[in-house]
């Protein structure tokens, strides 16, 4: 009997990049939408990409196997 695949989390793969190094990056949400209540530093911070934290990275590893 063949192996069953482990199947990637198509959400998850849209929304994270594993690096050259390993870690996972991502971008945070609600940058698009009422951007002029919200100070300029917020939007600057906004628009670079952050990593997935330590404790949260085996969680985040495991929606998508095939990447890492």
Request: no cysteine; glycine share 4%; net charge positive.
């Given at each position: 009997?063949?192996?069953?695949?482990?199947?990637?989390?198509?959400?998850?793969?849209?929304?994270?990049?594993?690096?050259?190094?390993?870690?996972?990056?991502?971008?945070?949400?609600?940058v698009s939408h009422y951007n002029t209540k919200k100070s300029s530093k917020r939007k600057?911070?906004?628009?670079?990409?952050?990593?997935?934290?330590?404790?949260?990275?085996?969680?985040?590893?495991?929606?998508?196997?095939?990447?890492?």
């Amino acid at each position: 009997m063949a192996k069953v695949k482990m199947k990637t989390n198509k959400t998850a793969a849209k929304r994270f990049k594993v690096t050259a190094k390993g870690k996972i990056k991502y971008w945070k949400g609600g940058v698009s939408h009422y951007n002029t209540k919200k100070s300029s530093k917020r939007k600057r911070q906004s628009r670079k990409a952050k990593y997935v934290p330590d404790n949260l990275k085996a969680k985040v590893a495991a929606l998508i196997p095939n990447d890492v």
